[in-house]
């Protein structure tokens, strides 16, 4: 039989970062020694009183049946609380969605608010999904970019410009996958202010890496005057519980909006699965000691990275104040060769150095910043020292 694929499947782009990984895995598969620094993958195994909590649940015999769409009752009422708790943001259990990861609680916001042709602001450098999704939903991502002098921060002034008569929302992350970025309250109000300026607007603000920040504050754009009613707050517990593979996101939405996802989720996937849903509540009700551990290690490894990275030549990096990535600008290499392999650009780069140095990272290209490359340091200090020394050799062959 021909092939009868859709346009929409023609048209969609795979996720860098996954094809990256795929890469990587074909390579261990021949025998080479890859390091992988491609994927946003905690190397931390999921605390252990969260897979306790999953084991009572599995021992209860109680959660094996269809749960509700949108989450079990004590597991919203459990990220209402930490909601208010934690971020002072007022979103009830009837305005929170639990979803299989926090990607498809993005999904289900744009195929819940989009028609065909509304546009989307995306802060860009941003996360691979997001434009692939808005798409997918029929809309058109419009980039607004900050770069490495600005910390890759877009102000207020380049989001006013961006606003027309199709704009139907702004999605950004803080932490910033892939850039490391934090917005601080004070840069986040004029750009609520520019959002404010505008009706029907819906600001989805991805915060799946809250607890691997910092700053030291948190900030949230919902808490600002007349934002929290059109803000879709996106979190999870992949990032700060190290949960991965768990599959648990979840959003605090306007009621609306909330009920919208609820009804695209019933026929896409239905409820998140009803043991990692008991093992969420457990990790959300629990002391956040093993997540601040996380932190801190991770805070550790940013810094002895940065020095790494800082040593070779042609490599701008700053300083990310959250997540677990740098992404330094290698543009110094456009143009360069080995003799046999010339570097055109950031995928070029990626390639290079993962058929000459055996490491695996993500292209800025998927990011939105052809400039730069992705480089997670959620990796062990023995891989991330070998690593870096592979890349720096790597390089130093380039003229």
């Known amino acids: 039989m021909m092939e009868m694929l859709s346009n929409r499947v023609k048209n969609m782009a795979e996720s860098a970062t996954l094809a990256m990984a795929a890469k990587a895995r074909e390579y261990k598969s021949r025998g080479i020694n890859v390091i992988s620094l491609s994927l946003g993958e905690p190397d931390f195994k999921t605390p252990k009183h969260i897979q306790e909590g999953a084991k009572a649940a599995i021992d209860e015999g109680k959660y094996f049946a269809y749960p509700p769409v949108n989450g079990y009752v004590d597991l919203r009422e459990a990220i209402s609380d930490k909601f208010k708790r934690e971020n002072g943001l007022d979103y009830g259990p009837n305005q929170i969605v639990v979803s299989n990861g926090a990607k498809q609680s993005i999904a289900n916001v744009f195929q819940a608010i989009i028609n065909e042709g509304d546009e989307v602001i995306v802060f860009a450098p941003f996360w691979v999904s997001y434009s692939a999704l808005i798409e997918l939903a029929g809309g058109i991502p419009v980039l607004i970019s900050g770069d490495i002098t600005t910390d890759f921060k877009v102000t207020a002034d380049q989001l006013a410009g961006a606003f027309t008569s199709k704009t139907k929302a702004v999605i950004f992350s803080s932490p910033c996958n892939p850039t490391g970025s934090v917005f601080t309250k004070e840069e986040l109000i004029p750009i609520s202010e520019e959002i404010m300026k505008h009706e029907n607007v819906v600001v989805v603000a991805d915060e799946i890496y809250e607890h691997i920040n910092y700053t030291g504050a948190h900030a949230s754009i919902g808490t600002l005057p007349g934002m929290l009613d059109r803000t879709v707050t996106v979190n999870g517990m992949a990032k700060g519980f190290a949960m991965t593979g768990w599959r648990v996101g979840y959003i605090g939405a306007p009621l609306w909006l909330a009920k919208a996802c609820n009804k ?11 043991i990692a849903q008991r093992a969420a509540l457990t990790g959300l009700t629990s002391d956040l000691e093993p997540t601040r551990e996380m932190a801190k290690e991770y805070l550790r490894r940013r810094d002895f990275v940065k020095d790494l990275l800082d ?28 003799g046999e392999t010339t570097i055109n650009n950031a995928s070029d780069l ?7 140095a055996h490491v695996s990272m993500v292209t800025g290209e998927a990011f939105g910043d052809p400039n730069c490359i992705r480089l997670s340091y959620a990796a062990s200090e023995e891989d991330l020292r070998e690593a870096i020394s592979r890349i720096k050799k790597a390089l130093s062959k380039l003229s």
């Open 264 to 274: 695209v989720q019933g026929q896409f996937t239905s409820a998140n699965c009803g």
């Open 311 to 338: 040593e070779i030549p042609g490599f701008k990096t700053n300083i990310p104040q959250g997540a677990f990535y740098f992404f330094p600008d290698i543009s110094a290499y456009f143009g360069k060769s080995d």
């Open 350 to 356: 990626s390639m290079y150095l993962l058929d000459h």
